[in-house]
């Protein structure tokens, strides 16, 4: 899940009440789309840009919302936005997305403040609106404020620039008096904070989003319709995923002094690109039984057994934790994309082998495989399982020298291939090393494998 939150909630706070949870910046325009593109589940926002930065555009929510994420709003721009969007299926959550439906409160500056720059953690730097209001009401309530005096109270904040919205500006504004004395005193702490009140409320109710399994409280099955204000946002949105830091350019320089190594980079990165890209298209989602396999498979493929030596690795690659997991995510849908398209793939792969030259070696292997092994006397017989077990450990460390995979059936899927084909494959293969005079028998140790 991740959480568009800054001046309202801090993180502390935010990982306390969903632990996981990917913590993002206020979003600006665009920040939703490119957070929907990490295969994340859902999408909570609380806090977003009002000026300065284009704000979080509805379409963008409207299209996590067609990709089947769960989108929550609250406490501030989330919750304009889901007053907004609730009937297409954004979830509003909070008395503040509550009155915006309701049309008790319409202004954008009932929610917006001042606040520091994300380097001194977004504290707010002025009083929203929405809380003077609560914090009026509570007076009121408590009999701190008579009405007339309450209606003083807001009057005086909301002629005010909501930059400039401060109890002490509010109160300054007011005539002396000894109400406001007795109301000075009574801020200190009974004061609401309902941006922050409400946010807890989403995050709560985000923290049991799994166990429901609803997306949404309403479907939304219609398509975002492609305008071309559309696509200059999602141009402008994957061009900025794809800008570079220095140091990330100047890796790139130094593999560009290998040409081939580089050439051989690029069309790989080409193939995650457009395989990435038909995941987004055809909405391919993947299971965390999936995600785990993939982050076992590198752990085990680079030797990072131990956590000391996952985060030395993660440093040296400047990676954070969350980067990481999103790397795997998408290397593990671009493999299941391409391991979908393995029978039209095949074609292609035959067209690259003849192209590289590779192609007539492998065919003269093949025939000469095929004349020692088709007729050699040896019958149909299925193999047993202990055969099998000893015709793969003769494969993969005789011939491959490496580790047999956890999981054949993935092994053999990656090939394009099912596990019988597979078996068959190396049956095949081990007779053609045996020049086809005898299958392994149980227990013996096969010397003759090592034959390259």
């Known amino acids: 899940m991740a959480v568009f939150a800054g001046p309202t909630i ?16 206020p979003a600006g325009q665009g920040d939703v789309y490119r957070a929907a593109r990490q295969g994340i589940d859902a999408i909570g926002l609380i806090d977003g840009y009002f000026e300065g930065v ?28 889901a007053a907004e969007l609730s009937a297409f299926g954004m979830i509003g959550v909070g008395r503040i997305y509550e009155a915006y439906a309701s049309g008790a409160i319409i202004d954008d500056d009932e929610v917006a403040v001042l606040h520091s720059p994300a380097e001194l953690g977004y504290t707010p730097l002025s009083e929203p609106m929405v809380s003077i209001r609560a914090t009026v009401e509570r007076a009121a309530g ?23 919205r401060t109890w002490k500006q509010i109160l300054a504004d007011l005539p002396a008096s000894s109400w406001r004395d007795r109301f000075a005193a009574w801020l200190t702490t009974g004061a609401v904070d309902a941006k922050r009140e409400d946010a807890q409320e989403m995050l709560a109710r985000m923290a049991t989003f799994p166990d429901t399994g609803k997306a949404t409280d309403a ?10 204000a559309w696509q200059g946002l999602v141009r402008l949105a994957e061009a900025q995923e794809c800008s570079l830091q220095d140091a990330d350019r100047r890796v790139l320089d130094e593999l560009r002094l290998v040409p081939e190594r580089y050439a051989a980079f690029r069309n790989r990165a080409a193939l995650r690109f457009l395989a990435l890209k038909e995941a987004r298209r055809s909405g391919i989602q993947l299971g965390q039984e999936v995600l785990l396999a993939q982050l076992n498979s590198h752990r085990q493929a680079h030797s990072l057994f131990r956590s000391r030596n ?13 980067q990481y997991e999103a ?14 398209m ?70 053999a899927a990656d090939l394009g291939i099912g596990t019988e084909e597979f078996f068959e494959l190396i049956r095949r293969e081990f007779l053609y090393h045996q020049g086809c005079k005898t299958r392994p028998a149980s227990g013996s140790s096969d010397e003759a494998g090592q034959d390259k």
């Open 342 to 411: 393995q029978p039209e793939l095949e074609p292609s792969l035959l067209s690259e082998l003849r192209l590289a030259g590779a192609y007539a070696g492998l065919k003269v292997r093949a025939d000469a495989k095929e004349e020692k092994t088709a007729g050699g006397g040896q019958p149909d017989i299925p193999m047993q399982q202990a055969e099998r077990l000893q015709m793969v450990a003769w494969y993969f460390e005789n011939c491959l020298h490496q580790n047999i995979p956890e999981d054949l059936e993935a092994h």
């Open 327 to 340: 790397e795997l995510g998408k290397a593990a849908q671009s493999a299941a994309v391409v391991s979908a």
């Open 10 to 25: 801090g993180a502390d706070e935010v990982q306390e009440l969903l632990p996981g949870a990917v913590l993002l910046p």
């Open 54 to 81: 284009p704000s979080v555009w509805h379409k963008e929510i409207l299209w996590a919302m067609e990709q089947g994420i769960a989108v929550f709003g609250s406490a501030s721009m989330g919750a304009l936005r």
């Open 219 to 228: 479907e939304w099955r219609e398509q975002v319709e492609q305008t071309l």
């Open 310 to 322: 996952l985060l030395m690795w993660l440093q040296a690659n400047g990676l954070t934790a969350a």
């Open 142 to 164: 408590g009999s701190v404020l008579d009405t007339a005096q309450a209606t003083a109270v807001l009057q005086a904040a909301k002629t005010r620039f909501y930059q400039q």
